[in-house]
């Protein structure tokens, strides 16, 4: 059944303030765990010269976060987007929602993989975590697209934020040169 279009509006609005809120707190909320992300990692870290190890684990991670995690975070958000503003298509959102489950959940089970020095363990569990919400953003995602119920797309909205916030933690420790939008 198509949205009227009343409710794409109000959609779109809960879209737009979701969107203005998170900006204001993940730039407010950065701010106050990095240095909480500081405080727990070595000395070393908090001047932000890792090990030779570290480097190594960093540098292994990195491929699965840049090439896989990034852009699909991004494709999973422009997906409830797309479905409230443009395209009501519950079963193009169901597909596009489950191959990104799918991209998370191979990108948790690659990460798993990883030899992690024993001062990066905290971060590594906070990376594992960000993708737990990813996984689970993605599945409660696919619930819009089996009832059509827009709360999902904002609790879903709601872990993807968690996660991002996760995500700009960790980067700052592991690679603090990298790109950050504002």
């Known amino acids: 059944m198509p949205l009227s279009r009343s409710q794409v509006l109000v959609a779109s609005a809960v879209v737009v303030v979701l969107g203005a809120v998170i900006v204001l707190e993940t730039k407010r909320e950065l701010t106050t765990q990095a240095a909480s992300a500081s405080a727990t990692t070595s000395d070393n870290m908090a001047e932000n010269r890792l ?48 191959k990104l489950n799918g991209v998370f959940r191979a990108a948790a089970a690659e990460a798993q993989t990883l030899a992690v020095p024993r001062s990066m363990q905290r971060v590594h ?58």
């Open 125 to 182: 569990d906070r990376y594992m975590e960000a993708l737990s919400l990813y996984v689970n953003a993605s599945a409660e995602m696919r619930k819009t697209a089996d009832d059509g119920g827009l709360d999902h797309l904002l609790e879903a909205q709601s872990m993807s934020q968690r996660a991002a916030e996760d995500l700009l933690i960790v980067g700052d420790v592991l690679w603090p040169g990298e790109h950050k939008p504002n």
């Open 51 to 98: 090990s030779a190890e570290e480097e190594a684990y960093a540098g292994a991670l990195w491929p699965i976060h840049s090439g896989v995690v990034e852009t699909s975070a991004v494709e999973l958000t422009f997906a409830g987007v797309d479905y409230v503003t443009q395209s009501p298509d519950r079963e193009r959102l169901g597909e596009r929602v489950l």
